[in-house]
């Protein structure tokens, strides 16, 4: 096990320079978990080695799914849609969301009996969200009180799944993933209506390896699979929820100018871009070109003096995982930042509206917290200390206060950052700033 501990950071100047990150999280699960469902040998670039996408490799390992990692080339064999094998033991998907709920898309098509389990904090995540409409697909399946264990009892592979038109309640990528996932082995087209935009990695993926899916606004038709999905051959682009860190840093000291290179720029993920652009801060996408079906590009920030803004509405799903960092760029803008229509955030990792909340109080910083967000007073963050309280972004949001802070601020328990963004440190400093890590005893 890492040892645990605790991060300061602080700068002499303006940031400069430009960095190239990991791959993105959200697509390394997806092209990890599709080519195991593909048939033929995938190879994956620019793959993100972290925590959570280990919890992904290692439950397609008890699948049967052979793979292997040389630094950050992933190469997997794929099975098929319907190749896994039934794993000896329950499958522990860690503290990753996204892990359980799309593999329980890809055990539902597959018909393989499996449990998946995880973390403390996964167990309370809620899962009725998958098991309502697949369990109107025909899927066995069942949850604990609504959350983790998840049991799929399993099925005949002669038996289709049954096709569903179906409403989510709530916009959400990995519920959409998971049942687009379980209709490619439907009986005919599965039509899945969101009530705002989320998230298109699947769509956009599944669609590149042969899948028929058709999407006009929120709408998705998934037809079942005709043919087996075709083999992956792509290098990922960089994550534009790890570059929000490098931005926002930039953002917070004056003189700073920075450039994050080869960054997914995704429409349904930009909104913290279209948000600091509010705040005042100078943002270009240059470069733009796309790869695999998702658009990249290199995205430049310039500082200047920050303004409140308010963000509501669908700008909320285009940025639910930036939060943490955008309220700390708030607290050091000019003015009352207000954020609504974003009570989702309470169904993270963390209860991320009020841990959030809590540590930037402790920081001195004066703020309404609400059921479905909270209002920032710009300029009142004084300094102090602060827990991560096992909430990788909010670890590494909380330390970036430090960059424009009037006193230091320390992180208690920021070693969780590792989850996404292991090199978090490292590409800090390459920018100019200064971090301290101080082991716990």
């Not at 991560?388 to 949001?397: E, Q």
Request: charge should be neutral; hydrophobic fraction near 45%; aromatic fraction near 4%.
């Amino acid at each position: 096990m890492q040892p645990a501990f605790d991060l300061s950071l602080a700068s002499s100047g303006p940031l400069a320079g430009s960095c190239l990150l990991s791959g993105d999280k959200s697509l390394s699960h997806r092209a990890a978990l599709f080519a195991a469902l593909a048939e033929g040998e995938s190879v994956i670039d620019r793959f993100l080695v972290s925590g959570v996408t280990h919890a992904m490799l290692g439950a397609l390992a008890a699948l049967g799914v052979a793979w292997r990692l040389d630094g950050a080339r992933l190469t997997v064999q794929g099975r098929g849609l319907r190749g896994f094998v039934t794993p000896a033991a329950p499958l522990d998907c860690g503290n990753s969301a996204t892990t359980i709920r799309l593999l329980a898309g890809a055990l539902a098509a597959a018909g393989t009996p499996c449990t998946l389990d995880g973390s403390a904090g996964l167990r309370r995540r809620p899962m009725g969200r998958v098991t309502e409409p697949l369990l109107r697909m025909g899927v066995p399946v069942g949850t604990t009180d609504g959350c983790a264990p998840l049991t799929l009892s399993g099925r005949a592979v002669s038996c289709p799944l049954t096709a569903i038109d179906y409403t989510l309640p709530v916009a959400s990528a990995q519920v959409k993933s998971c049942l687009i996932l379980a209709a490619l082995a439907a009986d005919g087209v599965t039509t899945l209506r969101e009530p705002g935009p989320s998230r298109d990695h699947t769509e956009r993926m599944l669609a590149a390896m042969g899948a028929s899916i058709r999407s006009a606004g929120n709408t998705v038709a998934v037809s079942p699979l005709a043919r087996p999905l075709a083999p992956l051959r792509m290098t990922l682009p960089g994550d534009i929820s790890s570059a929000a860190f490098l931005l926002v840093a930039a953002a917070l000291v004056p003189g700073s100018e920075v450039t994050v290179r080869d960054v997914g720029v995704n429409p349904t993920r930009t909104g913290i871009l279209d948000v600091l652009s509010a705040m005042g801060a100078r943002v270009t996408v240059e470069n733009p070109r796309v790869i695999a079906g998702e658009p990249v590009g290199d995205i430049r920030l310039a500082a200047a003096p920050l303004q409140a803004v308010r963000v509501a509405g669908d700008t909320v799903v285009r940025m639910i995982d930036e939060f943490p960092v955008f309220a700390v760029a708030a607290c050091f803008a000019s003015g009352v930042t207000e954020v609504c229509d974003a009570e989702e955030l309470r169904y993270k990792e963390t209860d991320r509206i009020s841990v959030l909340c809590g540590e930037l109080k402790a920081l001195g910083v004066r703020l309404t917290e609400r059921r479905d967000g909270f209002t920032i007073e710009g300029g009142t963050l004084a300094g102090g200390e602060a827990d991560a309280r096992g909430d990788h972004r909010l670890a590494m949001s909380l330390a970036l206060a430090g960059l424009a802070a009037p006193s230091p601020v320390t992180v208690h328990h920021a070693e969780i950052l590792r989850e996404s963004f292991p090199d978090f440190v490292e590409q800090l400093t390459r920018l100019g700033a200064t971090g301290t890590v101080k082991e716990r005893s």
